[in-house]
């Protein structure tokens, strides 16, 4: 079973600013099956980036997947009110199809 | 547009079961699978399992396996997902997902049903 880390566990920055999310499996993920999800109090997950850099539809140009293996990351360029939440990310290479702890972006 | 609703929040006794629907629309049921995933109260999500609707085929977290059924009514594109022998740990928001066909990440999601146990 692929075990996901995510770090850091809250990241405290202002409006305006680059946020920078690590993901690390405990061991390689096949084909780069990576997702990460943005999640707000009260709403389900929205799906944000799959197969590790590939945007999903509607999700704005501020928000980009990369790496590969075991380590990947979530970067978000010129935070906007509407980016602070909780990120997951989660591997759907092999079963279980297991989540990240989340990292929670908060404001400064 | 492709839309997944749930249906509304159920309160349960421990040892009993529930059954969540999830009735999709928007897109052909039968041509991704759906994915269940549930969040306790200020926690993290947790992977449930997946149902491919065309087969019926499904693949189940060990943890669930023997106490979780997912099945589909074809004919009403819904999928519904019940957890039997609940207990008090099972407290929690439920969520179906839709998944492209075994790539099984959540692509549009359903709001979610709270599912709480009461004695």
């Known amino acids: 079973e692929i075990v996901l880390t995510q770090s850091p566990g809250t990241l405290s920055l202002s409006p305006g600013e680059r946020a920078t999310l690590s993901c690390r499996a405990s061991q390689s993920i096949s084909s780069n099956y990576l997702a990460w999800y943005q999640q707000k109090p009260g709403q389900a997950p929205r799906l944000l980036i799959y197969g590790a850099s590939t945007t999903a539809a509607g999700i704005s140009d501020r928000f980009s997947g990369s790496g590969s293996g075991t380590d990947f990351t979530l970067t978000i360029t010129r935070l906007q009110p509407e980016d602070f939440a909780v990120y997951y990310c989660q591997q759907y290479g092999s079963s279980p199809r297991n989540f990240g702890p989340g990292t929670k972006v908060d404001v400064k | 547009q492709v839309q997944l609703v749930q249906s509304g929040a159920e309160v349960k006794q421990p040892g009993a079961s529930v059954k969540v629907s999830c009735e999709t629309s928007?897109?052909?049921?039968?041509?991704?699978?759906v994915i269940w995933v549930r969040q306790a109260s200020g926690q993290g999500l947790e992977w449930m399992g997946w149902m491919n609707p065309e087969s019926g085929n499904t693949g189940y977290a060990r943890k669930f396996q023997g106490r979780v059924s997912m099945t589909r009514n074809i004919s009403i594109n819904t999928a519904y997902m019940e957890l039997s022998g609940l207990e008090s740990e099972d407290t929690a928001v439920y969520y179906c997902a839709r998944g492209p066909r075994f790539l099984l990440y959540g692509d549009f999601w359903g709001q979610g049903t709270p599912v709480a146990l009461s004695s």
């Open positions: 928007g897109y052909t049921f039968t041509n991704y699978d």
